[in-house]
């Protein structure tokens, strides 16, 4: 049996996660620097999933290596059942090969997804807290909407907006709030 892995990123004590699969008999060790988040740009992940065979085994070292929703944790499961592979977590240690794993496995998912709201909130808290001294700031401005309503107003098309603002034609249209053929229309 082939046993593979994925590992959230690479800086986050990659060598005692990697240590720890080797000696649970892994061969195939990946890694990818996105966050479990989302399934949004994890090629990693992805490519494991892709390769998965009958009887293989996809080990993670926790859960929140593998994913942060408990959708996304079930699709993954679900994914991994169609190719006939297992999914195993080692801390806590459960597998999908009983039923009883995939029903702690669900929880677990749950529970996980709850601690992500849980940082989230204390993050907004803690960005309340800031302002409210003083202390934070916020983000930069990335687009420049005063220069793209004014650019607009004098009758500028969006391709030159686009190019004067550094962005693209979308980004105008949404600052506008406008559709391209609504505006299209216009000029």
Known sequence: MRRKHRLRTIDQDFEIQ?????????????????????????TELATIIEFL?????????????????????????HECEQRGAFLTILDPHVSTRGEM???ILTVLGMVAQMERRFIKE???EG???????????????RL????????HG?????????????????????ILGTSPCVEARKF
Not at 67 to 74: E, F, I, K, N, Q
Not at 144 to 151: G, N, P, V
């Open 144 to 151: 420049d909407h005063i220069l793209i309503r004014k650019l």
């Open 18 to 42: 990697q240590d720890r699969l080797k000696a649970e008999g892994c061969v195939i060790v990946r890694a990818e620097k996105v966050s479990g988040a989302s399934r949004e740009g994890r």
């Open 53 to 77: 065979r009958e009887g293989d085994e996809l080990i993670v070292t926790r859960l929140d290596r593998l994913g942060r929703d408990t959708r996304d944790v079930l699709n993954i499961v």
């Open 127 to 141: 960005i309340e807290k800031a302002k409210a001294s003083g202390v934070y700031k916020g983000g930069k401005t």
């Open 101 to 103: 794993g995939q029903v």
């Open 154 to 174: 004098e009758g500028v098309g969006a391709s030159a907006i686009a190019k004067a603002a550094n962005c693209s034609r979308m980004q105008v249209y949404r």
């Open 122 to 124: 204390r993050q907004r």
